[in-house]
């Protein structure tokens, strides 16, 4: 396989952003699932503790990514673990803006993503999250907006997706981690795949949870895939065929 730059990948995210934002049919965003996994699929060695994965370059691909989102939305464990500050800084253009699922309100006060001088992230949490917290974090400059749960007790990603919008947010991009990456596909979100893969071998976190409640039939596929190899790590791309009912 020839080594390439990722514009090739660059390419194909931004037509199926155009392409899904223009689409009557859609009643959200239109979402973008990029990931870095290891050749076993995991994507951290062991839980709650942060591992990098993939190369300089395609780290410089993510952040490519980043700017053609109007928000970028990870899982309140990777704040935890991570501390991201989910900006452009590896790349040109303007950042997205932070979402955090959050359903306890567990996020720090002193987290990156609160600490941000645009003061622009949104946390989604559920009513049952303790009304002090959330009072703090407003105070701290974030956006919490209570939606429904789901029978986990977790947030509605569904609800969310329909209330970002209102946010001036429609398109986003999510990172993960692993609940937030399995809870889009079983839920059948995401339009879109960039997933990185890693040429070792980690034997940790796996990206994907099990999904043996759902029919074989009905789980995740991709469509029109391609691939490009960058310094050694191979980057996919391809669209989410969800026409199986």
């Known amino acids: 396989m020839a080594a390439g730059d990722g514009s090739a990948i660059l390419d194909r995210v931004k037509s199926v952003l155009q392409r899904h934002r223009r689409s009557a049919d859609l009643d959200r965003p239109p ?10 699929g995991c994507i951290a060695t062991e839980t709650g ?3 990098q994965i ?7 691909l993510a952040h490519q990514l980043r700017p053609l989102h109007d928000g970028i939305l990870v899982g309140v464990t990777t704040v935890l673990v991570d501390n991201p500050q989910l900006t452009t800084r590896h790349a040109p253009g303007s950042h997205p803006r932070p979402i955090i699922v959050d359903s306890r309100l567990r996020t720090p006060l002193d987290a990156n993503l609160i600490r941000r001088e645009d003061h622009s992230v949104i946390i989604a949490t559920t009513e049952r999250a303790s009304a002090e917290q959330a009072a703090l974090l407003t105070a701290a400059g974030a956006t919490v907006i209570r939606l429904p749960t789901t029978d986990d007790d977790l947030v509605d990603l ?19 981690g692993a609940q937030l990456i399995t809870s ?5 979100l ?5 997933l990185t893969i890693a040429p070792r071998f980690l034997g940790g976190v ?3 949870g099990s999904m043996q409640q759902i029919k074989p039939a009905l789980r995740p596929m991709l469509k ?5 190899c960058l310094q050694g790590d191979l980057v996919a791309h391809g669209e989410f065929d969800w026409t199986s009912k």
Do not use: W
Not at 31 to 40: R, V
Not at 224 to 228: D, L
């Open 190 to 194: 995401a339009d879109q795949l960039v």
């Open 49 to 51: 503790r942060p591992t």
């Open 224 to 228: 029109n895939v391609c691939f490009e």
């Open 54 to 60: 993939s190369n300089r370059q395609t780290q410089v």
């Open 158 to 176: 569904v609800a969310l997706f329909k209330r970002l919008p209102e946010l001036g947010v429609n398109s986003v991009m999510i990172e993960g």
């Open 184 to 188: 889009i596909l079983k839920a059948r």
């Open 206 to 208: 796996h990206a994907v």
């Open 31 to 40: 979402i973008t699932l990029t990931y870095a996994q290891s050749l076993d």
